[in-house]
Antibody, heavy 117, light 108 residues
Framework: EVQLVESGGGLVQPGGSLRLSCAAS????????MSWVRQAPGKGLEWVSI???????YYADSVKGRFTISSDNSRNTLYLQMNSLRAEDTAVYYC???????????WGQGTLVTVSS | SYVLTQPPSVSVAPGQTARITCGGN??????VHWYQQKPGQAPVLVIY???DRPSGIPERFSGSNSGNTATLTISRVEAGDEADYYC???????????FGTGTKVTVL
């Protein structure tokens, strides 16, 4: 059974940094397309970033230049390095796996990031 | 950037049919996927490739895509179908995934 488990969320001050992790089991991170999707409190889903099986990365305009997505083959883990955090980055961050055809087949349970002083 | 518009809410009586629309410019040229999200839970894929159902999703869930509107149809609605529903596409012009604005389905 595929499992995606996020960690690393928490409370951070504006301007601070945080690194999220997503450990995968029964799903090879580097062989698939992996994304981060976030959901602000009471709001809809917002796609944040993707890393392709070939290592290409893309970002939503709202986080470009501040967030970096990466993966570690040896740990089968996806990461999201978040810098220069803003209040509007407050959200539950989901790790999501796309085994092909641009859809999210698998989701983690989410990790909450709160940006506040 | 590509925009997907959904009605904020849809209300339906048990046993009736709920139709949730997803509007986008020439959306028929794209492949649409649909997700169900219940409170406090991660989204779940319920329709992919416009009209296919993942294993485990009831046949009551169906989808279509034509012109500028994609539609998720839930037949014989049950109380357990009460949730938020999101459409999603891949916008190849920007290399971005795009989600719809979301629709809250309330079972009366």
């Amino acid at each position: 059974e595929v499992q995606l488990v996020e960690s690393g969320g928490g409370l951070v001050q504006p301007g601070g940094s945080l690194r999220l992790s997503c450990a995968a089991s029964d799903f090879t991170v580097i062989a698939n397309y992996m994304s981060w999707v976030r959901q602000a409190p009471g709001k809809g889903l917002e796609w944040v970033s993707i890393i392709s099986s070939g290592g290409r990365t893309y970002y939503a305009d709202s986080v470009k230049g501040r967030f970096t997505i990466s993966s570690d083959n040896s740990r089968n883990t996806l990461y999201l390095q978040m810098n220069s955090l803003r209040a509007e980055d407050t959200a539950v961050y989901y790790c999501a796996g796309d085994s092909g055809s641009s859809k999210f087949d698998y989701w983690g349970q989410g990790t909450l990031v709160t940006v506040s002083s | 950037s590509y925009v997907l518009t959904q009605p904020p809410s849809v209300s339906v009586a048990p046993g009736q049919t709920a139709r949730i629309t997803c509007g986008g410019n020439n959306i028929a040229s794209k492949t649409v996927h649909w997700y169900q999200q219940k409170p406090g839970q991660a989204p779940v894929l319920v329709i992919y490739y416009d009209s296919d159902r993942p294993s485990g999703i009831p046949e009551r869930f169906s989808g279509s895509n034509s012109g500028n509107t994609a539609t998720l149809t839930i037949s014989r609605v049950e109380a357990g179908d009460e949730a938020d529903y999101y459409c999603q596409v891949w916008d190849s012009s920007s290399d971005h995934y795009v989600f719809g604005t979301g629709t809250k389905v309330t079972v009366l």
